[in-house]
């Protein structure tokens, strides 16, 4: 069966530090893959996807970066946070084409203080 | 825009009732999706339909769709105090690649009393 493992689960860094999120998918090839920010009480943000290695597409400009070095595996970057970066991050993946069913990862808490 | 938009935001029902909550879009789909969120967790997929079907079952799930409203619905019977989550609609276009982009709306939180 397939899982998704995101880590750390929660995470206090100070403004201008740098940032890297982990997402790794198991029991699935060449999946879409995918990294929303969740604002308290709020919707989904797609922040990126990639449907393949190397391939990011940003969605919102903004002070992030994504990478796909793996087939499974999937990074979420900043080289300095800032306070509007807090939030719930989600990874999730996809089926490459057909039903676009997304199964989520369990999320990391970021707060930028 | 393409984003559904979930009514009402809150709901709060006692445990037993049913559960209606409702989603509207703007533009054609492919398909619309409904997901649950429990408080801090990640989502969790509930059901999908198509365009090109009116209602789904799954369990005490019931999801209606109507293409010529542009408007969906999810019903929970019978609800119980674990069914307290948030719910999200999503909706999907195809975008003629690989991957067909998906839209999730503000979502519903819902509130069952024992």
């Known amino acids: 069966s397939q899982t998704i493992h995101q880590w750390p689960a929660t995470l206090v860094q100070p403004v201008g530090s740098p940032l890297s999120l982990e997402c790794t998918v198991e029991?699935?090839?060449?999946?879409?893959l995918y990294w929303y920010r969740q604002a308290a009480g709020r919707g989904l943000q797609l922040l990126f996807y990639?449907?393949?290695?190397?391939?990011i597409s940003s969605e919102v400009p903004q002070n992030l970066s994504a990478s796909r070095p793996q087939d499974r595996q999937f990074i979420l970057s900043s080289k300095k946070l800032l306070l509007s970066d807090s939030g719930f991050y989600l990874c999730?993946?996809?089926?490459?084409?057909?039903?676009?069913?997304?199964?989520f990862g369990p999320g990391t808490r970021l707060t930028v203080l | 825009s393409q984003q559904g938009e979930e009514d009402p935001q809150a709901l709060s029902i006692q445990e037993g009732e049913n559960a209606t909550m409702n989603c509207s879009y703007k533009?054609?789909?492919?398909?619309l999706q409904w997901y649950r969120q429990n408080s801090g967790r990640g989502l969790v997929h509930l059901i999908l339909?198509?365009?090109?079907?009116r209602e789904k079952h799954s369990g005490r799930l019931r999801v209606t769709l109507d293409t010529s409203k542009k408007s969906s619905s999810l019903l929970i019977t019978a609800s119980r105090a674990a069914d307290t989550a948030s719910y999200f609609c999503?909706?999907?276009?195809?975008?003629?690649?690989?991957?067909?982009?998906?839209?999730f709306g503000p979502g519903t939180s819902l509130s069952v009393i024992p």
């Open positions: 990639s449907v393949g290695i190397g391939q």
């Open positions: 533009t054609s789909i492919n398909n």
């Open positions: 029991g699935t090839s060449n999946p879409n």
């Open positions: 999503a909706t999907s276009r195809e975008t003629g690649t690989s991957y067909d982009k998906v839209i």
């Open positions: 339909i198509r365009s090109n079907e």
């Open positions: 999730a993946w996809s089926v490459l084409q057909g039903a676009n069913e997304q199964f």
